[in-house]
């Protein structure tokens, strides 16, 4: 079956930095647009990161500059790589094919806390 198996969350402080992997087995990933999602409590699943059809890169402006969106197709693995995180970051992170995003349905995301 699908799998997708999201890691590398963790705490931070403020200005820190993690990288967020995403690994994927069971369907074909190198012809999978994907993307990264987050879920803080009490606030609904938001796109972050996505790859775009044409092999564009979009994300949230609350993240540009800041974030970087990666792939390795011969490792079945996307990255997310953060910098100068923020506690606005702090959210559960979760990698799902864009034309089904969603947070949770697929894998069982990574924490991310940032403290101020």
């Known amino acids: 079956g699908v799998h997708l198996v999201e890691s590398g969350g963790g705490s931070v402080q403020a200005g820190g930095s993690l990288r967020l992997s995403c690994t994927a087995s069971?369907?074909?990933?190198?012809?999978?647009?994907m993307g990264w999602y987050r879920q803080a409590p009490g606030n609904e699943c938001e796109l972050v990161s996505a790859f775009t059809s044409d092999g564009r890169t979009i994300y949230a402006d609350s993240v540009k500059g800041r974030f970087t969106i990666s792939r390795d197709n011969a490792k079945n693995t996307m990255y997310l790589p953060m910098n100068s995180l923020k506690p606005d970051d702090t959210a559960g992170y979760y990698c799902?094919?864009?034309?089904?995003?969603?947070?949770?349905?697929w894998g069982q995301g990574t924490q991310v806390t940032v403290s101020s």
């Open positions: 069971g369907f074909n990933f190198d012809d999978s647009v």
């Open positions: 799902a094919p864009v034309v089904s995003w969603s947070c949770g349905s």
